[in-house]
């Protein structure tokens, strides 16, 4: 059974346009408070948000919900969302509220929900909630003197200020170190600059003037370039990137060079088999992650477990399986032993960790493995169309997998936040570039017709 409103990661799109609108917000804040509501007495919720001018609209209307059904309602203001994972499991609520479209354009928005562990829910959760948001919520109101309450929390963000530095071992410090860090005018905009210049950082803080449209615009995890360009400029040590909500993580060595999550996997992945810290000789990664990746695991003897795109799919299998390192290329770096889902300043402490035990530079360092060569394009399609389902796009498919053999990979996919589908291809370049063309105009053309 397909889903209306939730997709890869929460409910997401074009704000005031379905399903992200105030009054889908406000149908979810009823429903999923009411579907958290498992015991007698105060039921409660936290919600913390990125940087959007919808973020004001989306609050709103799921307070509105919430306070409803007889939650009570923390306020947490901009906050990244693996803070408003911990604060959950924190202040011990029944749930989790993160308003974010995470590295998506200022125009989309979303909402990301947490069960009270502090973990993504999984897809029959979401598609019981979304039953109840399609009923009679009329009949879950709470009475009048049960209504719950709404209430700011001003130390949110220096609550997870010490909860990442705790991440960092104590023996050790920043000092030495010239950190750009890259906010995309997003939801760390003021936390990552801070943890970064208590641990003796000396930080050049950019994409930290956000103005409510400028989130990832040209900036963070999705457009490094101006990271490269200033770490340069400032001859830093390591530039960090992160996305709008904080959730993800690139990096940048001296020399400008883009370091993405699959080379900060490789890197850990090493560090903590040799440290004993590797729970089991394996890691977690998704379809997406690069054959040179794997490769280079294999040669070290940790597998690696693919899953299909998305962290909490990734978490899910981590769950599962009780590894306890796992991520993806974009940078969603999950690491259970310090965070119950991605969070992209405490994956780059544990890289500074790293740097600052080696004593090496980032170059040397951060260049764990050679990429298999990897291409991938995405073809937007409109609303409503589904070519993958076509026989004419099932036949490209089938022949590219063909010509590239065991040598090569090839995935395409629908993705679940954007109306494009991905081609992704790898293998000897000249041949991955052809598969790519023939598959791209297969989906064009299905998708025109």
């Known amino acids: 059974m397909g889903k209306k409103y939730f997709g890869t990661d929460g409910v997401r799109g074009l704000t005031n346009s379905f399903p992200m609108t105030a009054e889908t917000a406000l149908r979810l804040g009823m429903a999923a408070g009411k579907y958290f509501v498992r015991h007698s007495g105060r039921h409660s919720v936290v919600i913390g948000k990125d940087t959007r001018l919808s973020g004001y609209m989306i609050e709103s209307a799921l307070v509105a919900g919430f306070t409803s059904v007889g939650m009570d309602v923390f306020q947490f203001g901009p906050l990244p969302t693996p803070a408003v994972a911990l604060m959950t499991r924190s202040l011990r609520a029944d749930l989790g509220v993160m308003i974010t479209a995470s590295h998506n354009p200022y125009h989309d928005n979303g909402i990301k929900l947490f069960g009270p562990n502090g973990r993504k829910l999984d897809d029959r959760t979401e598609l019981e909630i979304e039953a109840l948001m399609d009923g009679s919520l009329s009949e879950e109101l709470a009475a009048p003197a049960d209504l719950g309450r709404a209430k700011r929390v001003d130390d949110a963000q220096a609550r997870y200020v010490e909860i990442v530095k705790s991440s960092f071992p104590r023996s050790q410090r920043l000092s030495n170190l010239r950190l750009v860090v890259d906010c995309a005018n997003g939801a760390g905009y003021k936390v990552a600059p801070t943890v970064l210049w208590e641990l003796g950082a000396d930080v050049i803080p950019i994409g930290v003037e956000p103005n409510g449209f400028n989130v990832n615009e040209e900036c963070g995890s999705t457009a490094p370039a101006r990271l490269s360009k200033e770490v340069v400029k400032f001859r830093a040590d390591l530039g960090i990137a992160l996305d709008g909500d904080g959730d993800r993580v690139v990096l940048c060595d001296e020399r400008g060079r883009v370091i993405d999550g699959d080379q900060i996997l490789g890197l850990l992945a090493g560090h903590w088999q040799d440290a004993g810290e590797l729970r089991h000789p394996a890691i977690v990664a998704t379809v997406m992650s690069n054959l040179g990746l794997e490769r280079h695991l294999a040669g070290r003897g940790i597998a690696l477990e ?88 099932r036949s490209a498919i089938a022949e590219a997998e063909t010509r590239l053999g065991s040598s090569g990979r090839l995935l395409v996919r629908a993705s679940g936040t954007e109306p494009v589908i991905r081609v992704m291809a790898e293998g000897e370049q000249r041949l991955i570039r052809s598969v790519v063309n023939d598959v791209r105009s297969a989906i064009e053309t299905a998708a025109a017709s």
């Open 306 to 393: 693919r899953t299909q795109v998305g962290d909490r799919y990734v978490s899910e299998r981590m769950r599962e399986t009780g590894i306890n390192l796992g991520g993806e290329a974009s940078g969603h770096i999950v690491m259970p032993d310090f965070a119950p889902t991605g969070d992209g300043l405490i994956a780059a402490l544990q890289v500074l960790r790293v740097l600052g035990e080696s004593g090496k530079r980032a170059s040397e360092l951060l260049n764990v493995f050679k990429p298999a060569p990897q291409l991938l394009e995405n073809v937007r399609v409109a609303k409503g169309k589904a070519p993958l389902d076509t026989d004419q796009v």
